[in-house]
T-cell receptor
Framework: DQQVKQNSPSLSVQEGRISILNCDYT??????FLWYKKYPAEGPTFLIS?????DKNEDGRFTVFLNKSAKHLSLHIVPSQPGDSAVYFC???????????FGQGTRLTINP | DAGVTQSPTHLIKTRGQQVTLRCSPK?????VSWYQQALGQGPQFIFQ???????QRGNFPDRFSGHQFPNYSSELNVNALLLGDSALYLC?????????????FGPGTRLTVL
């Protein structure tokens, strides 16, 4: 049972444009969401998070949007840079559990 | 500030053998979680250790066991290795205090079972 889904295995975006990565979840108990970026041969690096009491959180070029009614979150990267090319994972957890449930990942490629 | 470290980087074992993977948490963190990442998949939660005890466990068989030491470092042990145990094993550390604590990951140990 895949509780967190990233339905796009890959995404290609032109440098300078906006990258939008999507994530859907099925467990309504999830109340904390995170995005991680992963380069080859490295562990996931934390990017940005959002709790269920908010619908938007920004950190520099990265913005995460949460739509609780649709059980959907998205990560916007503006402007996209070549160094953003990596695999992006969304993850979710239930308060107090600290166990992260990950999606399958989306490979983002930024073209010059 | 030292991040999460893991050893070894790579490991090759044969079916039926046992393996031990090691993790040192980020400075100031006392909670360690282990994840298994199969090729093309997202990480899957194995278990979490806090105060030297297993606090949570994912859907993994008893062949997977762990330990946390007084200095907060941790070991993951896998017995009777199967081909399907080949994966990247990730360690993550965090500090207690609620669900908003972010987990920080190490570089992982790549285990190959032949």
């Amino acid at each position: 049972d895949q509780q967190v889904k990233q339905n796009s295995p890959s995404l290609s975006v032109q440098e300078g444009r906006i990258s939008i990565l999507n994530c859907d979840y099925t467990n309504s108990m999830f109340d904390y969401f995170l995005w991680y970026k992963k380069y080859p041969a490295e562990g996931p690096t934390f990017l940005i998070s959002i709790s269920s009491i908010k619908d938007k959180n920004e950190d520099g070029r990265f913005t995460v949007f949460l739509n609780k009614s649709a059980k959907h979150l998205s990560l916007h990267i503006v402007p996209s840079q070549p160094g953003d090319s990596a695999v992006y994972f969304c993850a979710a957890s239930v308060e107090g559990a600290q166990k992260l449930v990950f999606g399958q990942g989306t490979r983002l490629t930024i073209n010059p | 500030d030292a991040g999460v470290t893991q050893s070894p980087t790579h490991l090759i074992k044969t079916r039926g053998q046992q393996v031990t993977l090691r993790c040192s948490p980020k400075s100031g963190h006392d909670t360690v979680s282990w994840y298994q990442q199969a090729l093309g998949q997202g990480p899957q939660f194995i278990f979490q250790y806090y105060e030297e005890e297993e606090r949570q466990r994912g859907n993994f068989p008893d062949r997977f066991s762990g330990h946390q030491f007084p200095n907060y470092s941790s070991e993951l042990n896998v017995n009777a290795l199967l081909l399907g145990d080949s994966a990247l094993y990730l360690c993550a550390s965090s500090s207690p205090g609620g669900y908003t604590d972010t987990q920080y990951f190490g570089p992982g140990t790549r285990l190959t079972v032949l």
